[in-house]
Antibody, heavy 122, light 114 residues
Framework: QVQLQQSGPGLVKPSQTLSLTCVIS??????????WNWIRQSPSRGLEWLGR?????????DYALSVKSRMTINPDTSKNQLSLQLNSVTPEDTAVYYC????????????WGQGTLVTVSS | DIVMTQSPDSLAVSLGERATINCKSS????????????LAWYQQKPGQPPKLLIY???TRESGVPDRFSGSGSGTDFTLTISSLQAEDVAAYYC??????????FGPGTKVDIK
C-alpha cells in the first residue's frame, strides 16, 4: 500500500520560501515507472498541477509555466522523499498543497498525500 | 492550456437515484494513435485529497464501486452514479491528461442528497 506523508510549515511570510516534504512508503521515489507530483488547490485557482520529478536512468523535472521560475522539486533517494520549494511567495500562493503519485507517468494521480494548508501572510 | 468545464456546479439527488455530471474540454483529448481519451475523474470529500475513480474516460480504478461509470469521447464526457449512496456526497472533478505533464482539472461539481 502506497502512502505519502507530507510535512512542512502552515504559515509563510510574503517574499519568503515555501518548503514542503513528502515521504513515500510502499514505492520508491526512483521508480522506473512512476512520477511524483505536486498539486495545489485553492478556491480561486481550483486544482492546479505544479510540477513533477521522475527517474528514467537520470532525473527529470517538469514545472507549470505559472511557477517555473520560482519552483524547485528535489528527490531524496536516501530518505525516499521529494521536496517542494517555492520562492518569493505572495498571498496568491495560499492553498492546500498535495504530493501525488502518477503510477505510469501518464498524468493520472492514483495516490495523494493528506494535503498541507499553507497560508502566505505577514 | 486545455480548459475544462463542468456542469452543473452542484446537484442534489435522492438516495438510490441517478446522478449525472458533465465535463467538456476546450479541445479534443482523444489521441488518435491509440484511440484513447485522456480523461480522468476524481472524487473529493471535505478535508480529504482527491480520489481517483476513472481514467481513460471509462476505466474504473481498482476498488471503485461499479455504480460509478464514465463515458464520452473527444470533448464531451459524463460521470454517472447509477444509484446514489450517502457516502457519495462529495465534489467530483474531471481532469485531462492529454497535455501531460501540464494536466488541467475542471472546477468541480458538488453532489448532495435531496
Amino acid at each position: 500500500q502506497v502512502q505519502l506523508q507530507q510535512s512542512g510549515p502552515g504559515l509563510v511570510k510574503p517574499s519568503q520560501t515555501l518548503s514542503l516534504t513528502c515521504v513515500i512508503s510502499g514505492d520508491s521515489v526512483s521508480s522506473n515507472s512512476a512520477a511524483w507530483n505536486w498539486i495545489r488547490q485553492s478556491p480561486s485557482r481550483g486544482l492546479e498541477w505544479l510540477g513533477r520529478t521522475y527517474y528514467r536512468s537520470k532525473w527529470y523535472n517538469d514545472y507549470a509555466l505559472s511557477v517555473k521560475s520560482r519552483m524547485t522539486i528535489n528527490p531524496d533517494t536516501s530518505k525516499n522523499q521529494l521536496s517542494l520549494q517555492l520562492n518569493s511567495v505572495t498571498p496568491e500562493d495560499t492553498a492546500v498543497y498535495y504530493c501525488a503519485r502518477d503510477r505510469t507517468n501518464t498524468g493520472v494521480f492514483d495516490y495523494w498525500g493528506q494535503g498541507t494548508l499553507v497560508t502566505v501572510s505577514s | 492550456d486545455i480548459v475544462m468545464t463542468q456542469s452543473p456546479d452542484s446537484l442534489a439527488v435522492s438516495l438510490g437515484e441517478r446522478a449525472t455530471i458533465n465535463c467538456k474540454s476546450s479541445q479534443s483529448v482523444l489521441y488518435s494513435s491509440n484511440n484513447k481519451n485522456y480523461l480522468a475523474w476524481y472524487q473529493q470529500k471535505p478535508g480529504q485529497p482527491p480520489k481517483l475513480l476513472i481514467y481513460w474516460a471509462s476505466t474504473r480504478e481498482s476498488g471503485v464501486p461499479d455504480r460509478f461509470s464514465g463515458s464520452g469521447s473527444g470533448t464531451d464526457f459524463t460521470l454517472t452514479i447509477s444509484s446514489l449512496q450517502a457516502e457519495d456526497v462529495a465534489a467530483y472533478y474531471c481532469q485531462q491528461y492529454y497535455s501531460s505533464p501540464r494536466v488541467t482539472f475542471g472546477p468541480g461539481t458538488k453532489v448532495d442528497i435531496k
